[in-house]
């Protein structure tokens, strides 16, 4: 009944209905009106710029993650680092991830999508330079921990926008190849730091990552506010004025979509509670009565997945030149290919994920993570080359579910809500991947690498086991999937 009333407002809006009168009631069904005739665009070249754009930052997020993965083989020998300080040196970045996603995510609630994805963009752009001009390990752990405040905030608030933008058709897809950006940086950042670092030097990458990101920031901050965000705020106004730039582009693309046809009798307004301006979120609404499965679901699905993938994702270059004793281009070009697999995977993942739902491909890429996990514990770590192999292969599996998590976690909250469920939920990624590679580090030298390879299988099947409890999102809007 709730979807008839809005699809009923929306026609009545744009038929024309301008004259509107300050109550309540009035204001509630404009705002179910606008909601509709959003909902009812499709995929613009109006949605193309800001997924580009907001794409652009999370490139950069994704480049400033790893880059420390492939300067600490020279930093190793440079500033003779233990491997307790590898994983402190790793998990600072992680820690300031956590402060990040909280607090980012707490003032894009109040303050809108798009100044806090520009300000957490330009903070990591501005500390990602400060990065290159350290000389010493605690120089360098202080601006990787502030850096990580702007990388933690950019990627949930990011996350929810291009969440915001699309409507139920199609926007697994859609969302999927906007989130194939992050590991297409992170493989850049492999093949980059595989060129340049023996060549130029391990400060190369910070100043790679940090000056564009100055000019992105401010790109950023030019972009269009979400108009689902507007509308829980009561600004009418301003979201009718964006949503008629996404509606003239689909015109001027001569795109082919249809508003609902006019109700034939009066209907009465939404109620106010579905449509009025949203009161302000509170971080223990999480774990309401209401919605305190799906969060706890969510928050084990982050954890267990970047437990996995983050440790693998920045141990595997120093494990290769370090353990295995492969010069360091080597070590470097074997580690790069774990995100190339990521990639390939992804781009199946994102033509495959409508169809097969979020929860189904999840549960089966843990277990088959968890599978190629044990195997590489039971021996498949002995040799050189089974190594490469599973790793990359386990890497590619479990870092796919990574993104499918961005796609479903901000699908699962109300818009008053949506980037405090989604920054909190990244803050679990960021704890584990502080813990993983600080307890990689330990277990290396005293228990040796099947262990840690046996460690990330449990994580897996834990992940498994979480991932039953998802609730299907594809296919629905997202007033839907949040009630």
């Not at 969440?163 to 992170?186: D, Q």
């Not at 509170?282 to 679901?297: A, G, K, N, Q, Y």
């Not at 980037?419 to 990689?440: F, M, Q, Y």
């Amino acid at each position: 009944m709730h979807d008839n009333t809005i699809t009923l407002a929306a026609s009545a809006t744009a038929d024309g209905l301008e004259a509107r009168d300050p109550t309540p009631a009035s204001d509630s069904g404009r705002a179910a009106a606008l909601t509709a005739r959003f909902e009812a665009i499709p995929f613009t070249p109006w949605h193309r710029r800001a997924r580009i754009v907001m794409g652009s930052a999370t490139f950069l997020d994704a480049f400033d993650a790893l880059s420390l993965a492939f300067v600490l083989p020279i930093l190793i020998k440079l500033w003779a680092l233990s491997p307790a300080q590898i994983g402190w040196m790793i998990a600072a970045s992680y820690i300031g991830q956590l402060l990040g996603a909280l607090l980012f995510s707490r003032l894009a609630e109040s303050f809108g999508r798009v100044p806090m994805a520009a300000a957490a963009t330009a903070l990591m752009s501005v500390m990602g330079l400060a990065c290159a001009l350290t000389g010493n390990f605690q120089m360098l752990f202080l601006c990787r921990l502030i850096q990580g405040i702007g990388v933690g905030g950019e990627m949930p608030v990011a996350a929810t926008y291009i969440s915001e933008l699309l409507r139920a058709k199609g926007r697994g897809r859609y969302f999927m190849l906007y989130e194939m950006i992050f590991p297409v940086g992170l493989m850049i950042t492999g093949q980059v730091g595989t060129l340049l670092v023996p060549i130029l030097g391990w400060t190369s990458l910070f100043f790679i990552g940090g000056i564009p990101g100055l000019v992105i920031a401010y790109l950023l901050y030019r972009l269009p506010e979400s108009p689902r965000w507007l509308i829980g705020q009561q600004r009418l106004d301003e979201a009718e004025a964006i949503i008629r730039q996404a509606e003239a582009s689909a015109r001027k693309a001569n795109l082919d979509y249809q508003q609902e046809p006019a109700p034939e009798a009066p209907v009465a307004a939404p109620a106010p509670a579905q449509v009025a301006r949203q009161p302000r979120s509170r971080w223990s609404e999480l774990l309401s009565p209401r919605f305190r499965v799906r969060t706890l679901i969510a928050w084990v699905l982050w954890a267990s997945s970047f437990f996995v993938a983050n440790s693998l994702n920045n141990w595997m270059p120093t494990l290769y030149h370090t353990v295995y004793k492969l010069e360091l281009g080597s070590a470097l070009r074997a580690a790069s290919m774990t995100n190339v697999a990521q990639v390939a995977i992804l781009l199946v993942c994102a033509f495959c994920i409508d169809r097969i739902g979020r929860r189904t491909w999840a549960i089966v890429s843990f277990l088959v993570g968890a599978a190629l996990l044990t195997a590489l514990a039971a021996g498949g770590a002995g040799q050189l080359w089974s190594l490469i192999v599973l790793a990359t292969l386990a890497y590619g599996v479990v870092g796919s579910i990574n993104a499918v998590l961005y796609l479903y976690t901000p699908e699962i909250y109300p818009t008053r809500m949506r980037a405090i469920g989604t920054g909190l939920a990244t803050s679990w990624l960021r704890i584990a991947s502080a813990v993983g590679p600080t307890t990689v580090g330990y277990m290396v030298g005293t228990q040796g690498i099947n262990s840690v390879f046996m460690m990330f299988a449990i994580v897996a099947a834990i992940g498994a086991v979480a991932a039953i409890g998802m609730i299907e999102t594809g296919g629905r809007r997202l007033e839907e999937t949040s009630s």
